[in-house]
């Protein structure tokens, strides 16, 4: 059985979600190394703006790791991890305040509630004849 083409779209979400945190990521990163140039010398002012620099990478992280899990285990056919994982990532979602993001989240979680044909995909078990047929 084909992915249907919801669970390509709750996939590709993810993807491209994934693919935004990376380049803010190596932003974030090209900005650290430009503020530990230009604040070498001040020794207060660097040591706040380390523990600052700190807890947006670390932020980062936390989103990243939900959304690169749930994309993983979509493509390994597992349900409840998916559905476990899709509910972290809505809920850093509607703590983050972010309109769009929310309902993307809230829109992929539906999918994969309601939408029989993926809801059967994830839930069905590979066995060693399919695998050999294939």
């Known amino acids: 059985m084909k992915m249907p083409v919801m669970l390509h779209v709750v996939r590709g979400l993810l993807g491209l979600k994934l693919v935004l945190l990376v380049y803010w990521m190596v932003l974030l990163q090209i900005k650290i190394k430009e503020a530990d140039a230009q604040f070498m010398y001040l020794d207060v002012n660097s040591e706040n703006l380390y523990s600052t620099f700190g807890y947006l990478e670390g932020e980062f992280y936390v989103r990243l790791i939900p959304a690169l899990l749930a994309v993983t285990f979509i493509s390994c056919k597992l349900y409840k991890t ?53």
């Open 82 to 134: 998916t559905m476990i994982l899709l509910i972290v990532t809505l809920l850093q979602a509607i703590a983050s305040k972010e309109v769009l993001s929310i309902l993307i989240h809230l829109f992929m979680l539906i999918v994969v509630l309601v939408h029989r044909p993926s809801k059967t995909y994830l839930q069905r078990l590979t066995s060693k004849t399919e695998v050999a047929n294939q």
